[in-house]
């Protein structure tokens, strides 16, 4: 503790260097929070100048990303039944019906939850595999797993299209969710065999010795001792598939079209829409912000493919 | 030592039981564990690989699966390095892939070591720098062109009010000397958590001790930074200039949704190029050889500069 003291960074120094730092962080966020202010206000204060920092918050922006509206006629005023119908009506225009967004919204739920499920379930299983096992060919095994992510999306997407289309897997949730564990096992394999490697074997041979058959150790021993890598892998692999848009954008165009090839085409009447666009943009990178702040214990091994651990 | 532990176990149990308690074999575990991840790898990467090799012999377009097909040789490899558009995409990725990856090794590196001073609060901040990185990069790109208007963006009446120019006078991403530059600064705001987070794990590996006893050779805070923080550094950022120079030579979601390649194509990094050849002008054999030569190029700069890394790390 008194040799930190002498060689450790002085007072000073460390004021400094907190001063600096929060003023990046303070910078990098502002892109972000002017996301999640862009949602909640009118058009007219989106587009001011000089940009608004204050404004009247408004939902206008969510409601125009949920609906479809069309101008309003003379003659078909009815009265507003709703808080959503009265913020539509009074700017004269009527809602004619939802819009595409819950929709893709909910592929980009039941695509990323699919294969993060496929791909943690299939790599779990190698990993307990690569990590216990001596299997033929290893090393080059595992490296051959790695450098399926060295590869251009658009390189692989070429011979993947005409694949999908003969087999009748364009443009379906099946075809996304394979696509996507295919992507994510090469993460989840490596990252999880880091987390088995880290669980001693003596508990598995004293279950062993116990009378469990080699299956029963795995599920009843190994599984419950890895289940926070386990976690943290599945958080990974659901923010690639949620974030993926190469793929997404080539293959995909109508029924499971996931949510980011959708909103950057989000387009209002007169002009791009982009309280709404930002509104979109808020509910899909929420939960990413949330996940992140769960996982940041993890992060580092998760972007480095397990290569660093703290 | 654990082998030999479930050696004796499976000694001295009789046979009957002994195969009641291991039931499948070890090997016969493997292979079931093993098999759908490498089945599936196969089906969705090796597969489409070798079938890519296969179309960039031929002049095979997608849009017209029922045209006849002709075996070109390697008349497209030729055409595409005779290419000078080509070569202007190969120029516009080599200038994005400098200069993130330059400022985003000095800003990373200087705010790990920032952080590493340990001032209070330093996890907190963190996670707050952490944060635009795991986001998905093209919705926050199609957002990012909001920022870059000339009359109502953000990002031009910041650098108007700081340098007292007229916020209309210039647009980053319409304008052909600032759309380099427009992308560049937009994965440095993305990407550079990235380096930071693996240069502070650098920095909290190097044990304190090694600082003490360069103290007690009165070495100065200087010398010390250059002599054990950076080599010692060194092997950690390598590492994330591999990973993000890989991610960066493959970029296309972010940069498609700024600039769209654009003006002109002033902006068209390798892959936005090879969509527009696939996809847009389906040439599909053409686009596949286009492939095939960025593949061999990643794989072959990755090695080399894998065996570097490994150079420094023996050092």
């Not at chain 1, 943690?120 to 216990?132: D, E, H, I, N, P």
């Not at chain 1, 976690?231 to 598939?241: E, G, H, K, V």
């Not at chain 2, 997608?62 to 030729?78: F, I, K, M, Q, T």
Request: glycine letters at 6%.
């Amino acid at each position: 503790m008194s040799s930190a003291a002498v060689i450790g960074p002085s007072r000073r120094l460390k004021w400094i260097a907190g001063l600096l730092v929060v003023l990046y962080a303070l910078i990098t966020l502002v892109p972000l929070l002017w996301i999640i202010a862009t949602g909640f206000k009118t058009s007219p204060d989106s587009i001011a100048y000089p940009p608004k920092v204050f404004f009247e918050p408004s939902l206008e922006g969510y409601v125009n990303l949920f609906t479809t509206q069309t101008r309003q006629t003379a003659g078909a005023i009815a009265e507003p039944a709703t808080w959503y119908e009265r913020i539509v009506n009074g700017k004269g225009m009527v809602i004619t019906g939802p819009s595409r967004f819950g929709e893709r919204f909910m592929n980009s739920v039941i695509i990323g939850f699919g294969s993060t499920f496929l791909s943690v379930f299939l790599g779990t299983l190698s990993a307990y595999a690569f990590s216990r096992y001596r299997v033929p060919l290893k090393d080059d095994l595992m490296f051959f797993i790695l450098s399926t992510r060295m590869m251009p999306p658009i390189a692989v997407a070429i011979p993947i299209f005409l694949m999908f289309r003969s087999l009748g897997l364009s443009d379906t949730h099946a075809g996304m969710i394979l696509l996507y564990t295919a992507v994510n096992l090469s993460l989840a394999v490596w990252l999880l065999k880091g987390f088995i490697d880290e669980i001693p074997r003596e508990y598995e041979e004293a279950a062993l010795i116990d009378g469990y058959t080699r299956f029963q150790a795995f599920i009843k021993v190994v599984l419950p001792q890895a289940a926070t890598g386990i976690a943290s892998t599945a958080i990974f692999c659901l923010i690639f598939a949620w974030n993926e848009y190469a793929f997404a954008v080539l293959l995909t165009s109508g029924t499971a079209q996931t949510a980011p090839p959708f909103i950057p085409t989000i387009i209002g009447v007169g002009g791009r829409d982009w309280p709404a666009v930002a509104a979109g943009a808020t509910i899909f990178l929420v939960p990413v912000m949330v996940f992140t702040i769960v996982l940041r214990k993890h992060l580092l091994r998760g972007i480095t493919f397990g290569a660093v651990r703290k | 030592m654990s082998e030999t532990a479930m050696d004796r176990a499976a000694r001295t149990t009789p046979p009957r039981m002994a195969r009641k308690i291991r039931g499948l074999s070890d090997r016969a575990i493997a292979w079931i564990f093993v098999a759908p991840t490498i089945f599936l790898l196969l089906a969705i990467n090796i597969f489409p690989l070798i079938w890519t090799i296969r179309l960039s012999f031929t002049d095979f377009r997608a849009n017209r699966p029922n045209a006849e097909v002709s075996w070109v040789g390697l008349r497209n490899y030729e055409r595409i390095l005779n290419d000078p558009e080509i070569w202007q995409t190969m120029q516009a990725t080599a200038h994005f892939l400098f200069w993130t990856l330059s400022f985003q090794v000095l800003i990373g590196f200087a705010l790990a070591w920032l952080i590493n001073a340990k001032f209070r609060g330093n996890n907190f901040w963190t996670t707050v720098i952490v944060l635009p990185m795991m986001l998905s990069p093209a919705v926050v790109g199609n957002f990012w062109t909001f920022l870059y208007q000339p009359q109502i963006g953000l990002f031009n009446y910041v650098v108007a009010f700081f340098s007292g120019t007229d916020p209309t006078s210039f647009s980053m991403i319409a304008e052909v000397a600032l759309a380099p530059w427009a992308i560049v600064i937009v994965d440095t705001w993305m990407w550079t958590p990235f380096v930071m987070l693996i240069c502070l794990a650098g920095l909290r590996s190097i044990p304190e001790s090694i600082y003490e006893a360069a103290e007690c050779d009165r070495a100065s805070k200087w010398r010390q930074f250059w002599t054990i923080t950076v080599p010692m550094v060194l092997p950690f950022l390598m590492l994330a200039v591999l990973f993000r120079g890989i991610e960066n030579f493959k970029m296309f979601d972010l940069v498609v949704q700024l600039t769209g390649g654009g003006p002109g194509s002033t902006t068209e990094l390798t892959s936005i190029n090879l969509k527009r050849e696939a996809f847009e002008k389906w040439r599909t054999g053409y686009a596949s050889a286009y492939a095939v030569i960025l593949f061999v190029t990643v794989f072959g700069l990755a090695s080399i500069y894998v065996k570097a890394m490994n150079k420094v790390k023996e050092r």
